[in-house]
Each structure stands twice: as structure tokens, then as C-alpha cells.
């Protein structure tokens, strides 16, 4: 499994839901919440692999959503 990273700045408090998500071996796509201490907290989603891209909503500022897709596993 992959691991997100929620790296805090200060004064800010961050949570993601869901935490973790299980996909098909075909692959598919899926929503994280992201939910913030404050509106003014500023957030960035990255994919540290290369068969899971960020689709939707990269970056934000208070609470949002971040769109991704998992390509299938063809090993």
C-alpha cells in the first residue's frame, strides 16, 4: 500500500478521509476529503509513484477534495 503524508504548517491542523482506500487490481479512481483547522491553511496533493495521478483539486486553501486515478496492475 502507499502511504499519505500530511506534512503540518504551523498554526494549522489538517486531516484526510478516507485514510486509506483499497482498489482493484484494474485500477479506478476516488476522492480524498481534506479538512483544515482554519479557512486560510494552504494544502498541496502529490503522488510519490508513478501509477497514481492526482486528477482534481492539487492544491486548496481550507477544506476540499482531491481527485485521483489508479492505473490497473498489469504485473
Keep these: 500500500g502507499q502511504t499519505f503524508t500530511v506534512t503540518q504548517a504551523d498554526g ?38 508513478l501509477w497514481i495521478t492526482i486528477t482534481s483539486g492539487a492544491t486548496g486553501t481550507g477544506n476540499g477534495t482531491v481527485g485521483y486515478s489508479v492505473a490497473a496492475n498489469t504485473g
Design 12 to 49: 494549522c491542523g489538517y486531516s484526510i478521509d478516507p485514510a486509506a482506500a483499497n482498489v482493484a487490481a484494474g485500477g479506478g479512481t476516488g476522492n480524498v476529503a481534506v479538512t483544515t483547522s482554519d479557512a486560510g491553511c494552504q494544502w498541496v496533493a502529490t503522488s510519490n509513484t
